[in-house]
């Protein structure tokens, strides 16, 4: 690490810890049903959200699907409700880990999607269109099928998480099979949000600045914020179209889908508790879907949660092996099939750019 490096560290480290100091409690606009409770604020009067927020659940991301990890479907009797019954929800809630890993056909003990549905009972993340559903034009699905079908083909069929470059927005706020928590940072000018997953920093203007030019594209998007009384309100453009809407098994039908230039985010963050904050998203990218839909969570703050460095491009090794273990099957199945009938010298019939795609792929497949 740079001393560069170290002292923009410790300098933000400095920052966020005067930050977090300085808040003062007011009384704040009361949350359903919690008439008596005084919201947090900052020295500048706006709701405090500073701290690490979880979102951990096994609610389906779209309606009538299945549990998320867990491989257990939502019964027919509340496939088409937007809310489960209280005894529903106590039900479900009780599948152990044993029950979801029989069904799951995995391990769950490496898994941290928790066991719980959402406090709301809703029966989806997905909460506009009034389906439950996620309206994707059907080229997208074909690109994300192509894309699931040839993940081992060409690293750019890989999701953008399994290259461990980000899970992008909105998706890394979806929840995931682990990682699922998440630090926010508040500065005058600034929101900060720490995503465990992959550690993505994503930095939020608060000011009047100008947004990017449109010919600048990001993975995360430019982000712009202001406050709607006591919500935070983000908008996000400027995406550029080598993303994908969901990369995690979380985000059930849409992992995959692709997302365009057009792609416009708007995401609203109200303290409603002393434990909880209302995360709702709003996506419109007139390319890949028929209309825009939401997605809403509670996020559950968790004082006890430590967040370690997510050191993804350090251990990944799964993009080079998954890789060359495709390009050696399909080396050793067309070599089994075509025999040099003079010498018995088996051929090479893979071409050049495909046993290219690896740094170091000719050392794989010697001449």
Known sequence: MSCRHFTSLARMAIMVMCVSLLTVPVVGQSAPGAESWAAPRTVDGHPDLQGVWTNETITPFERGTNFAYSGISVPESAADKAVFTEEEAARFATLTAEDREANFGYTNRSLDAG?????????????????????????????????????????????????CMTRGIPGSMFPAGYNNAYRIIQMPDVVVILYEMIHDVRVIPMDDRPRLNGKVRQWMGDARGYWEGDTLVVTTTNFNNRGMIASSGGGGRIKGVPVSEALHVVERFTRTSASEIFWEVTIEDPEVYEGPWAVSMPLTRNLDYVMFEYACHEGNRDVPLLLEGRLAEELSEAQSRLVDPKNTRRRRVLPAERINVLPGAAGIFPP
């Open 115 to 163: 066991t719980q549905l959402l406090s709301t009972r809703q029966t989806s993340l997905v909460v506009h269109p009034q389906t439950g559903r996620v309206p994707v034009r059907a080229w997208a699905e074909t690109e994300r099928d192509n894309n699931r079908a040839r993940e081992r083909d060409d690293y750019r069929h890989m999701s953008v998480w399994d290259r």
